[in-house]
């Protein structure tokens, strides 16, 4: 470790990063060693991952040229400051395609134990990554990415680790390993971590750092704070939308039954058995086989030589949304992807919902879909998926990284869809949703 760059402060803030809009307006914060682990605790869509990108210079040229944010690490025997202040860093990002720079898994165990061997060997055989050689990131699933981007940043050995939503996609086990790891990280090796996270349920020992940034209002964000809630005459109206949209009317119009392998050996096979208006919760941990049981299913539903799978000849259309439904929202605004989903422009009552779904979702109607945060898009897509005629709607860790408004708001959109007669599908590392119909329980890991 660069423990000749022992840290003593950290500061950052004020600035600004210029979208189009909205503005993101950071404050000031400064955190002394003393005051370490902390946490950044922010709703979604308030600025930590466009903070973490600009903290690694990994923001677009196109943004970075509007960035104007101050960033001071003091060390014992001097003063840095944005851009060179990011070679003291190893940033954790929220997606992979941030935060792994090799073309294989085995390139990024041998980047990580470049600087010190013997503790790049350790992490890897505590976060079992050593399986993962030979695979591109893109093959992983969503906790073995997240565990290889971990391991990546705490190998290489540098006195600060600023990590963005951390646990996302973790199940309880590798959670309580990573803390461990975090914890020899901080008081063995002397390094210090910086988390931010939008979670329910934050770190009780670490402390808390209540505000990130604000959203300038005069640039046509509504922002978290004009969020309505999911109820009252507009969701009734948004409901009898969607159901006309759907164009089911009875449960029996939307029927699955078919055995479907949930691992690459296929022999290892799940049978589900659905209809409309219920919802079947998937429930495992890490590598059991959640995203793939999803994917399959969807697949399987559009490759007309593998329906022999299902049992019935006529085979649902399902709706596939991932984890990080980047490839879902398409824009380029949201006002042309809720028009799209709508189907009709300029009438009274798709104004009204187009006011509506945009202050679920927190953003602005003319706002570029790629400058949504994680729990913006994610909101967003459930509404768009719901309002589909999809009668199968599959939803792949629906709540993970959405904040405690965010959460409910998912809640209900989800038995929004059931009662409009849709058969939907959500997985999880554990059982999230009140009043479930069905449960899937998953054994694993397997991988």
């Known amino acids: 470790m660069l423990m000749n760059e022992r840290i003593e402060s950290i500061s950052i803030g004020p600035g600004s990063i210029d979208y189009d ?21 922010s709703g979604n869509g308030t600025g930590k991952t466009s903070l973490v990108l600009a903290l690694t210079g990994a923001i677009p040229n196109a943004i970075w040229a509007r960035l104007n944010l101050e960033c001071k690490i003091n060390t014992e025997n001097k003063q840095y400051i944005l851009p060179e202040a990011c070679n003291l860093c190893r940033v954790i990002p929220q997606r992979w395609q941030h935060g792994l720079l090799g073309y294989i898994a085995t390139d990024e165990i041998i980047l990580a134990c470049k600087q010190n061997p013997k503790w790049g060997r350790y992490i890897s055989d505590k976060l079992h990554l050593s399986h993962m050689e030979r695979r591109h990131p893109s093959s992983l699933s969503e906790g073995e990415k997240k565990r290889l981007m971990i391991g990546s940043a705490l190998a290489a050995d540098m006195p600060l680790v600023i990590s ?3 646990a996302l996609h973790l199940d309880s086990y590798w959670k309580d390993q990573i803390r461990e790891l975090f914890n020899e990280y901080e008081h063995i090796k002397g390094g210090l971590h910086l988390s931010l996270i939008s979670s329910r349920q934050p770190e009780s020992k670490a402390m808390l750092v209540d505000f990130i940034s604000q959203v300038d209002q005069k640039s046509g964000s509504q922002g978290l704070g004009s969020m309505r809630e999911f109820d009252g005459e507009l969701a009734n109206t948004f409901m009898r939308k969607c159901a006309r949209l759907s164009k089911i009317i009875s449960s029996k119009d939307c029927y699955l039954d078919t055995n479907v392998p949930y691992q690459q050996n296929e022999k290892y096979r799940i049978r589900l058995v659905g209809s409309g208006k219920e919802v079947i919760e998937i429930v495992g941990p890490n590598g059991s086989g959640k995203t793939t049981l999803l994917r399959n299913l969807w697949r399987f539903s559009h490759h007309p030589l593998k329906r022999i799978l299902y049992r019935k000849e006529k085979v649902p259309s399902i709706l596939f949304v991932p984890v990080d439904p980047i490839y879902q ?7 042309d992807e809720i028009d799209r989903a709508l189907l009709e422009k300029g009438g009274k009552e798709e104004a009204i919902l187009i006011d509506y779904i945009t202050s679920l979702a927190g953003v602005a109607a003319e706002s570029d879909v790629l400058t949504l945060s994680f729990g913006q898009r994610k909101i967003l897509a459930l509404i768009i998926a719901t309002l589909s005629p999809y009668p199968v709607l599959a939803f792949d860790e629906p709540f993970a990284g959405l904040d405690k408004k965010n959460y409910a708001i998912a809640q209900k959109i989800i038995n929004a869809a059931a009662q409009c007669g849709k058969l939907v599908m959500v997985t999880g590392q554990e059982k999230t949703i009140e009043g479930i119909t069905k449960d899937v329980n998953l054994e694993g890991p397997f991988k």
Request: hydrophobic share 40%; aromatic share 12%; net charge positive.
């Open 21 to 41: 809009p909205p503005r993101l307006v950071f404050k000031r914060f400064e955190l002394q060693r003393k005051d370490f682990p902390a946490q950044i605790l």
């Open 329 to 335: 929202v398409l824009g380029p605004t949201v006002r």
């Open 164 to 166: 963005d939503e951390w």
